[in-house]
């Protein structure tokens, strides 16, 4: 089987198993806990096969950072997709056990790091197994080590001093990912002593509005519920709780024709905590 290209940033699990010989192939398992409502699957204890976990907390977040699913340096994150014997000309599909949760901000990292041939799996875990594909055992990774590079793209990334920028100016237009009633305020945020709020001059599109039966709507469907909220040529930052979900919001936006889409890292958990209400 010849080396492939990824052909949307969006595959799906017909797409991947057609695939999953390819010699450059490498599936990555993106899964982390759900900070609402967690899953039955997520401690499934299978993976689709060859699967290596792409660790989220630990060795893809600035682990000392103040706030949670911090953005890595360039080093580290190079570093560690080299652990995963992940190279130059890898084709990387990224899933989790949730459906489309975690994945779309592994999918967010390697774009951050120049790195376009990589797509999310729709529907995750739950729509492989529904669609009768084989699974194994987790088993961690213990290949050869691969040739990865990356270079760090500024334009991907927004950080406080950028949307104080963006907040108070109206340069761009912030898409909030939570749901209506944390966006409100009107629900305690589940981080323990985080105030309930939203940035200013923010808007809301709840991540949960693109997806009908753990997988992403149609592209139609997608482009109805971006274009309420900003042109295809407009500016936007995604913003959510700890910067998870709002790569939900700008895997959607890209699929929709967007492209000047950015995502803040330390959304509502770090706004809330440096900024009074």
């Known amino acids: 089987m010849k080396p492939i290209i990824i052909p949307s940033p969006l595959v799906s699990a017909e797409w991947l198993n ?12 993106a ?17 689709i096969p060859q699967a290596r976990f792409f660790d989220l907390k630990q060795k893809f977040s600035d682990v000392y950072g103040e706030f949670p699913n911090t953005f890595p340096s360039e080093a580290q994150f190079v570093l560690e997709a080299q652990s995963l014997g992940i190279n130059s000309d890898s084709a990387i599909v990224v899933y989790d056990d949730q459906g489309i949760y975690s994945s779309a901000r592994a999918w967010w990292l390697f774009k951050a790091f120049g790195y376009d041939n990589v797509a999310v799996l729709n529907g995750g875990l739950p729509e492989w197994i529904k669609s009768g594909f084989v699974v194994e055992p987790k088993e961690a990774y213990t290949g050869v080590k691969g040739n990865f590079t990356g270079s760090y793209h500024p334009r991907y990334m927004k950080f406080f001093q950028d949307m104080l920028k963006e907040s108070r100016e109206g340069t761009q237009t912030i898409i909030d990912a939570r749901s209506e009633s944390r966006f409100k305020g009107l629900e305690v945020e589940p981080r323990a002593g985080l105030r309930s709020g939203s940035i200013p001059n923010s808007v809301n599109l709840p991540y949960t509005d693109l997806l009908e039966n753990g997988v992403f709507k149609d592209v139609e469907s997608l482009k109805n519920l971006f274009s309420t909220l900003a042109k295809p040529e407009d500016g936007i930052t995604f913003s959510c709780g700890s910067g998870i979900t709002a790569c939900i919001l700008a895997l959607g936006a890209e699929l929709s024709g967007y492209d000047n889409i950015s995502v803040y890292d330390g959304s509502w958990t770090e706004w809330g905590s440096l900024t009074e209400a």
């Open 31 to 47: 899964t982390i806990p759900k900070a609402v409502a967690a899953d039955s699957l997520a401690e499934s204890g299978v993976q």
């Open 18 to 29: 057609a695939h999953l010989e390819a010699p450059n192939l490498v599936v990555l398992d």
